[in-house]
């Protein structure tokens, strides 16, 4: 699967340690999710932009933690940017949708680049 130019499959491998935080049998959701606490800025749709940390990633998504005030509301699109785990590598812009939100911060679905 590509997003906004790069394969998912990159992310797991590249990008992050793999430390499972809930196993299958527990977690009725289509893809792992692992540990990723770096940082992520963020574009809403106004423009502003502000820094969240990332608390877990999957190959459809990943959820950011931040105060409920400053963050986007669901059904928002907005334009990500992780920071770059590998030296020499500039970070890539994802478009993702806001699905989920709650006191911890926020669920983010990645938007293929024909879905937005």
Do not use: C, Y
């Amino acid at each position: 699967m590509n997003i906004n130019g790069f394969k998912t499959a990159a992310i797991s491998k590249v990008w992050i340690k793999p430390a499972v935080i809930k196993t299958m049998a527990t977690d009725k959701r289509k893809f792992l999710r692992f540990e990723l606490p770096v940082d992520v800025k963020l574009t809403d749709t106004s423009g502003s932009e502000i820094i969240l940390k990332s608390q877990d990633i999957s190959d459809s998504g990943l959820f950011l933690r931040g105060e409920h005030s400053a963050l986007p509301e669901v059904g928002e699109v907005v334009v990500i940017q992780l920071a770059s785990l590998v030296a020499g590598d500039a970070p890539r812009e994802i478009t993702a949708k806001v699905v989920r939100q709650n006191n911890e911060g926020i669920g983010l679905e990645f938007l293929l680049d024909n879905e937005n």
